[in-house]
């Protein structure tokens, strides 16, 4: 778990950095190379465990901090959940620079025609 961690925060640093998503997909790829590879339900149950650390923050934080500190932790939660989706994607060779694209493609075509 210890190894997962730093995987995250060194992941996290790197996107924001404000490397480019392929970029940044790439190196989670090379990275995980070094690790002992886990399987793709273990991979969803890491994303799950980072949803649930970024549900938490927002409900125990809510009120508590000022929103500088929130916006801190909540980078840092995101970017956690950054790299678990660039996990899955490259399981599955999905390049999400693409995916991105046309799902904004979608949603434009779905504004042009009206809700
Ligand atoms: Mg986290």
Redesign the pocket.
């Given at each position: 778990m210890l190894k997962k961690r730093q995987i995250?925060c060194d992941g996290v640093k790197l996107l924001l950095l404000g490397m480019r998503l392929k970029t940044a997909q790439r190196w989670v790829k090379d990275d995980w190379k070094k690790s002992k590879p886990v399987d793709e339900k273990t991979e969803i149950l890491f994303m799950l465990?980072?949803l649930g650390?970024?549900a938490e923050m927002i409900r125990k934080t809510e009120g508590h901090k000022n929103r500088k500190e929130l916006k801190v932790d909540l980078e840092?939660?995101l970017g956690?959940l950054l790299i678990c989706l660039a996990t899955l994607a490259n399981r599955h060779g999905v390049d999400l620079e693409q995916a991105f694209l046309k799902c904004k493609k979608k949603i434009e075509n779905r504004h042009k025609q009206g809700f």
């Open positions: 995250l465990e980072e650390e970024f840092k939660e956690d």
